[in-house]
T-cell receptor, first 113, second 118 residues
Framework: AQKITQTQPGMFVQEKEAVTLDCTYD???????LFWYKQPSSGEMIFLIY??????QNATEGRYSLNFQKARKSANLVISASQLGDSAMYFC??????????FGTGTSLTVIP | GAVVSQHPSRVICKSGTSVKIECRSL??????MFWYRQFPKQSLMLMAT?????????EQGVEKDKFLINHASLTLSTLTVTSAHPEDSSFYIC??????????????FGDGTRLSIL
């Protein structure tokens, strides 16, 4: 079974609007972490936000927030007030008790002016 | 914050050439580093886990003799693509995570290497 599932290959959003990128995960490990990375066309992976399995509150980092629904095993990324520079690939990732990361297939976000 | 440097950023070479890619942790010691391969518009595929002072752990389907990994020091891991062919053309990216840090610490990635084999 896939550890991380991102069902949206591509998304479009109007500039200044909010957008939600979906991520569901599969694990039986009670301790895990969920991460979102941004990958612009230049290729580097940029860490955006983290959510721990025991965190009581949803993580927020500036315009990024994570809608964590533990029972549903989902960790959707919300980008508010989209900017043209937000156009990129976005990857959801999970780390279980070990050190290895599991990545989803990514969502390509295009911000329309 | 933690920085990972990867070199070179781009390589274009002839078929049959061996290519070495370096991954350095600049401000922390990394006993473990990870090597990924990424095809266009696809996710990162873990190739191998590089362990300092011991053999790398390869994922299923990754040829050990094709992709040689050496982790000779706590700050440097190298990936050598031996006798490269056009099908080895891809984006290769390494990552590392400072040891002893909490679970919130993300993997830090190098900027990647675009390998093109003619």
């Amino acid at each position: 079974a896939q550890k991380i599932t991102q069902t949206q290959p591509g998304m479009f959003v109007q500039e200044k609007e909010a957008v939600t990128l979906d991520c569901t995960y599969d694990t039986s490990d009670p301790s895990y972490g969920l991460f979102w990375y941004k990958q612009p066309s230049s290729g580097e992976m940029i860490f955006l936000i983290y959510q721990g399995s025991y965190d009581q509150q949803n993580a927020t980092e500036g315009r990024y927030s994570l809608n964590f629904q533990k029972a549903r095993k989902s960790a959707n990324l919300v980008i508010s007030a989209s900017q043209l520079g937000d156009s990129a690939m976005y990857f959801c990732a999970m780390r279980e008790s070990g050190n290895q990361f599991y990545f989803g297939t990514g969502t390509s976000l295009t911000v329309i002016p | 914050g933690a920085v990972v440097s990867q070199h070179p950023s781009r390589v274009i070479c002839k078929s049959g050439t061996s290519v070495k890619i370096e991954c350095r942790s600049l401000d922390f010691q990394a006993t473990t580093m990870f090597w990924y391969r990424q095809f266009p518009k696809q996710s990162l595929m873990l190739m191998a886990t590089s362990n300092e002072g011991s053999k790398a752990t390869y994922e299923q389907g990754v040829e050990k003799d094709k992709f040689l990994i050496n982790h000779a020091s706590l700050t440097l891991s190298t990936l050598t693509v031996t006798s490269a062919h056009p099908e080895d053309s891809s984006f290769y990216i390494c990552s590392a995570r400072p040891p002893g840090t909490g679970p919130r610490q993300p993997q830090h990635f190098g900027d990647g290497t675009r390998l093109s084999i003619l």
